[in-house]
């Protein structure tokens, strides 16, 4: 018995999700139609690909083998799909994914190079948060998406996914003028890798973060750096896209963080995509230690 597209899909729901429920609601299929359809896929393949773990389930030793074949499947298909797509119309969309500040300083210029490139691209833009870029990608949710490294929290991406290199820039310490040197952080959660990264950094430094004030938001971190509420560890491209009456100081031992673009093999074949990543790797290129952007040393 050959499994289908669709369960290949629910199956990959429900191990992102953890339980047939979660992957009923983003299916939007009842329970009892996800059950049915693990079930056959299971007869399938050969073997039980969940395992019973409280209300949810979790991947058998099947299932982990499984699951990168499935995801592989999924996306050559999507891939072919869209490849016949820009057969039938000759034009091509790609869907990328952008965070804030990388989205901020490229998205209209990667806009106008797409609609003059031969033959044009449409491009759509998403956020995806850069803890989930990986996974987007992965999905086939975005054909590629902006995400970001840093030195003192190395990722390694799983196999037939590859980050292009855009801009390296390294971390400065800013603060209002008036506020005294030991002042307290301002600093990411350690839930996100951006906040690991500040960690690493201010431990490297020998720097206390046990009083630190702990704010998600870019914005929101610069704003209070400049209300003196404390310091903060942030980036040139991110002064830039929230530009404030600042001091700013070097932070040598801090590491640096990279802005990156994550795509599939398999999406990397497109012409289209190509077009995108070409136009972006020029775009980031340009700000490397022009005045007013960021420099990488």
């Known amino acids: ?7 290949l899909e629910t199956f990959r729901a429900v191990a992102e999700g953890g339980s047939m429920h979660a992957a009923a609601e983003r299916l939007g299929y009842t329970p009892g139609a996800v059950s049915q359809q693990m079930a056959a896929l299971s007869r399938a393949v050969g073997g039980e690909l969940f395992l019973r773990s409280g209300r949810g389930v979790v991947l058998s030793d099947a299932g982990h083998g499984f699951l990168p074949l499935a995801r592989r499947v999924l996306e050559e298909d999507r891939a072919a799909r869209r490849a016949l797509a820009e057969l039938r119309t000759g034009r091509a969309t790609v869907r990328v994914g952008i965070f804030e500040t990388a989205g901020a300083v490229s998205c209209r210029e990667v806009l106008r190079r797409a609609a003059v490139a031969e033959p044009p691209v449409d491009v759509v833009f998403e956020e995806v948060d850069v803890e989930r870029a990986v996974d987007a990608v992965r999905a086939g949710t975005v054909d590629l998406a902006l995400s970001v490294h840093y030195e003192l929290v190395p990722v390694t991406l ?10 390296t820039e390294p971390f400065v310490e800013v603060r209002a003028a008036d506020l005294v040197a030991d002042a307290p952080w301002i600093v990411p959660p350690v839930t996100e890798t951006f906040g690991m990264a500040v960690q690493a950094a201010l431990r490297r430094a020998g720097e206390d973060t046990g009083t630190a004030h702990v704010v998600t938001d870019t914005a929101l971190m610069v704003a209070l750096a400049e209300a003196g509420v404390g310091r903060a560890l942030v980036t040139p491209l991110m002064l830039r896209v929230h530009p404030r009456d600042l001091q700013v ?8 963080r990279t802005v990156v673009a994550l795509a599939t093999d398999a999406q990397r074949e497109r012409a289209s995509v190509r077009a995108v990543l070409d136009g972006l790797g020029e775009i980031f290129r340009s700000m490397r230690g022009v005045e007013g952007n960021p420099p990488v040393s």
């Open 1 to 7: 018995m050959a499994w289908t597209l669709t369960q």
């Open 158 to 167: 799983p196999p037939g996914v590859v980050a292009i290199e855009l801009l």
């Open 249 to 256: 100081h070097p932070a040598p031992r801090s590491g640096r």
